[in-house]
């Protein structure tokens, strides 16, 4: 339960609750240290071209091995690191991780030469002085903007739509390619999609693991496909988890595609073994 029950201006706690509340203070504790500790690593889930079966590139996700704990979700600590201001190292983290392992990539497959890695930024990380972290880090790492891809979720811009169109701007400024993170999910207008800078609409695995032919979520995918290109954007579908679906996307002529269907998220030296095999399985568009 999230929230207390009221009683005559008493918020009363129970039990659950209480330990809710020691398990939250012990993560945002923990967190502080967690990056000096060596408990964050970066794991990697091939993006594929869905007509070819190619990988086109990889998104980073963050694991946290607590040494007490074990593997916690990304989905509960990073809201917790948000509310911290955590969030901010561990964003900086991820990101310098990510740009160095494009770059060990690149050096070691010349076959790939226009890999892309993407990293998922907060909401709490669009501020004003972004752009120039991201300048510098890139800098330090050695990586092309063109080579990088930012996620940012639906959600996270239509809280201050204004606001974030002009980080992005900057954003944009050091040729990065921009992704709207779990696209269908956070009711953004029309009008705003349209000014917003981005490059890339990434589908909500909602929409996708449901899919089968002709049923509610696949006319909602196959209205966000014809959305994007519309607006000259690429789509890729996040969740994609079966054969059926994947065949759905290709015959609904979406672009890439992302899912434990070709490949979880894995670390990095597993990451390289799909490279060395060329393609996470063999598409024929039927
Ligand atoms: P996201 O960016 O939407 O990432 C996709 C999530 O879907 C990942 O969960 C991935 O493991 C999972 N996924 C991929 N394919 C499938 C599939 O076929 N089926 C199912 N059921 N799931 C699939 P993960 O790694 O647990 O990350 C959860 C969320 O945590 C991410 O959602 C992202 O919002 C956030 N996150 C992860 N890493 C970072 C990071 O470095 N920085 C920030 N700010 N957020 C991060
Ligand atoms: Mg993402
Ligand atoms: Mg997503
Ligand atoms: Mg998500």
Not at 42 to 61: C, D, H, K, N
Not at 103 to 114: A, G, N, R
Not at 223 to 237: E, K, P, Q, S, W
Not at 254 to 283: I, M, R
Request: glycine share 8%; aromatic share 8%.
């Amino acid at each position: 339960r999230a929230k207390g029950r009221e009683k005559g201006g008493y918020v009363v706690f129970d039990a659950t609750m209480r330990e809710e509340a020691i398990l939250r203070l012990e993560l945002e504790t923990d967190l502080r240290w967690a990056i000096e500790r060596g408990e964050f690593q970066m794991f990697y889930q091939p993006i594929v071209r869905l007509t070819t079966g190619e990988i086109s590139g990889f998104e980073a996700l963050i694991r946290w091995h607590h040494p007490r704990k074990g593997w916690i979700s990304p989905n509960v600590f990073i809201p917790v690191a948000e509310e911290t201001g955590a969030i901010e190292r561990i964003g900086e983290w991820a990101l310098i991780q990510s740009c160095n392992q494009l770059k060990s990539w690149k050096k070691q497959f010349p076959t790939y030469p226009s890999l892309k890695m993407s990293v998922n930024l907060s909401g709490k990380q669009l501020t004003q002085k972004l752009s120039d972290r991201v300048e510098e880090i890139l800098q330090e790492t050695g990586v092309d903007g063109w080579d990088l891809k930012l996620e940012i979720t639906e959600t996270a811009l239509v809280e201050d739509p204004e606001g974030a169109i002009a980080i992005l701007d900057r954003l944009k400024a050091l040729d990065i390619q921009l992704c709207i993170d779990d696209f269908g999910t956070g009711y953004s207008s029309l009008s705003y999609l349209h000014r917003f800078p981005v490059d890339v609409l990434k589908i909500d695995r909602s929409f996708v693991r449901q899919m089968s032919h002709l049923n509610d979520d696949s006319e909602i995918v196959r209205t966000i496909v014809t959305l994007a290109h519309t607006l000259g954007l690429d789509v890729i579908a996040e969740g994609i988890e079966t054969l059926d679906s994947m065949h759905e996307l290709q015959i609904l002529r979406c672009k890439y595609g992302q899912g434990y269907f070709f490949s979880e998220p894995v670390n990095g030296e597993a990451a390289a073994l799909l490279l060395v095999q060329g393609q996470v399985s063999d598409l024929e568009v039927s």
